[in-house]
C-alpha cells in the first residue's frame, strides 16, 4: 500500500472521523447517523480502525487457502456482498484507505483520531470529566450531553440529524430533506 500518487487523494470522497474517549458512545453514535445521511440519498462508506490483528477468513475455506498460498488481495464475492481481503505490512494510514472508498459522497471514520482530518467528538459527561480533542486543529464540532464552551458547532447527542446536516454543510454535500 502506498500513499505517495497526487492522484489517488483527489479521487477519494471526503472523511471525517468521529473521535471521543472509549466508551463515549461513537460506534452508537455512528449507527444513528449513518441512516439520516442515507436518507439524504448519499452514499455513504464507513472505516473502523482495530487495534488488534484482523483476521476474518477462516481456516479451511477457499479464500484463506488463496492468500496463505501468496495471493496478496483476496476479494470474495456473492449475491448481497464483496469483501475484499489484502495483507499489510504495517498498519495502514486513513489515506491509504480512502481510495478504496471511490464512488462513496462521505466516509465516516471511526478510529484514526490522530490522522489530520475533519473530527465531530462524541463526549459524555457521565464518562469523562472533559473532552479530549478541545485543542486539535482538525476539530470542527462536538455532539455531547452537557453544555460546553467551544470554539465550534455543539450538538446535543440526541440530536443526530443536526450533526447529519452540519456534516452535509461543512462538506458542501447535498442536503435532501
Excluded at 18 to 37: C, D, H, M, Q
Excluded at 82 to 92: F, K, L, N, Q, W
Excluded at 136 to 148: E, F, G, M, N
Aim: aromatic share 6%.
Amino acid at each position: 500500500m502506498s500513499s505517495n500518487n497526487s492522484n489517488i487523494k483527489q479521487c477519494t470522497p471526503p472523511a471525517v472521523i468521529i473521535a471521543g474517549w472509549s466508551g463515549s458512545g461513537k460506534t452508537t453514535f455512528v449507527e444513528r447517523l449513518l441512516p439520516l445521511l442515507k436518507k439524504k440519498n448519499l452514499k455513504v462508506g464507513t472505516v473502523k480502525h482495530h487495534h488488534a490483528n484482523l483476521e476474518i477468513d477462516k481456516e479451511g475455506k477457499d479464500s484463506y487457502r488463496h492468500r496463505k498460498a501468496g495471493a496478496d488481495r483476496t476479494i470474495i464475492s456473492s449475491l448481497n456482498s464483496v469483501a475484499m481481503i489484502m495483507g499489510a505490512d504495517h498498519d495502514p494510514r486513513l489515506d491509504e484507505l480512502l481510495p478504496f472508498m471511490q464512488g462513496m459522497d462521505i466516509v465516516i471514520v471511526e478510529g484514526y483520531k490522530k490522522e489530520k482530518r475533519p473530527k465531530i467528538e462524541i463526549f459524555r459527561s457521565a464518562v469523562h470529566e472533559k473532552p479530549r480533542f478541545l485543542h486539535d486543529p482538525d476539530l470542527i464540532a462536538v455532539a455531547s450531553d452537557t453544555k460546553l464552551d467551544l470554539k465550534v458547532p455543539l450538538f446535543d447527542l440526541d440530536n443526530p440529524e443536526g450533526v447529519a446536516d452540519f456534516i452535509c454543510e461543512y462538506f458542501n454535500l447535498p442536503r435532501i430533506p
